[in-house]
């Protein structure tokens, strides 16, 4: 199970990094009106942009190897510590500025880890009925319908919205992987969750890179936090059966999980610095 920890912590390292990447591409990228999935194909033309979602896919992989072992209170939780490290490495890449405060919140979302490290149980692949797959594709649509709702409110709420859905993307994305018992491409090709899981990626980072052009990345990423680990993390224990390591490591579990979340969350007051030039011009109104 360690291996399975070591994973949890690579895929925060390369979800963390692929943020600022994704920012700094994002911003070079013209906006438009909406939910425009033009937003995304031009963002591809940025090789920073490129670059983060090279490092998400990593991430995933990583992700992938976790959640075949780990309850995903737990995988969940710790992707909040790639807010930490989007934190410092946007220190000189997107000219923020990390204060007393932050740091603390740093600390406690490595203690919350800690925590959860320890007290994780053992679990793998959820066997669930066909309602509950077929639930996840309705998800992704609901999401959709959410997202072109958001998108259209004005700042700073709008990136805070989008930057929620994208967690509920993330965390979708989570569940769904949770629950692919049978990794052959015949029972894939049957089953709503893997369809879920391609359908709620793509749209996920939509949301994603649509909050990344004009919220603070670190304020993005906090909203996203708080979607991608309460919500699901109550999906995988009400019905994916997961849980902590039993006696002690329960409140050991409960409190990592708060540490965790509620650092990242802290660092939603992670004061970034943007230069002048960091939002291109709206291509929609010209």
């Not at 406690?108 to 800690?114: D, E, K």
């Not at 077929?134 to 989008?162: M, Q």
């Amino acid at each position: 199970m360690l291996f399975s920890v070591l994973a949890a912590l690579a895929a925060a390292l390369c979800y963390g990094v692929a943020t600022v990447f994704q920012a700094l591409g994002a911003r070079r990228t013209a906006s438009a009106s909406g939910l425009d999935p033009r937003v995304l194909v031009r963002a591809l033309g940025q090789w920073p942009f490129v670059l983060g979602i090279g490092l998400d896919l990593a991430g995933y992989v990583c992700q992938f190897v976790a959640l075949r072992e780990l309850p995903i209170f737990a995988v969940e939780a710790a992707q909040s510590a790639n807010l930490a490290v989007t934190a410092v490495l946007a220190v000189p890449v997107l000219g923020a500025r990390l204060h007393s405060r932050e740091w603390g919140a740093v600390a406690a979302v490595c203690a919350g880890l800690a925590l959860l490290g320890v007290s994780a149980g053992h679990e793998g692949p959820a066997h669930t009925h066909a309602a509950f797959r077929w639930s996840l594709l309705g998800c992704v649509a609901l999401l959709g319908l959410a997202g072109w709702g958001c998108a259209r409110a004005g700042e700073p709420w709008r990136s805070r919205l989008l930057g929620l859905l994208s967690g509920l993307g993330f965390g979708l994305i989570a569940l769904a992987t949770r629950v692919l018992t049978d990794l052959s491409p015949a029972a894939l090709l049957r089953d709503p969750a893997a369809y879920a899981l391609l359908l709620g990626a793509a749209l996920t980072f939509l949301l994603y890179t649509v909050a990344l052009q004009s919220g603070a990345v670190t304020s993005v990423a906090a909203a996203l936090v708080v979607g991608e680990t309460v919500l699901p993390a109550g999906v995988g224990l009400l019905f994916l059966g997961d849980h902590s390591r039993p006696g002690p490591y329960v409140p050991l579990a409960l409190a990592g999980f708060v540490l965790a979340v509620a650092g990242a969350i802290a660092l939603s007051r992670f004061a970034e610095g943007e230069p002048d030039d960091a939002h291109p011009p709206d291509e929609s109104n010209p």
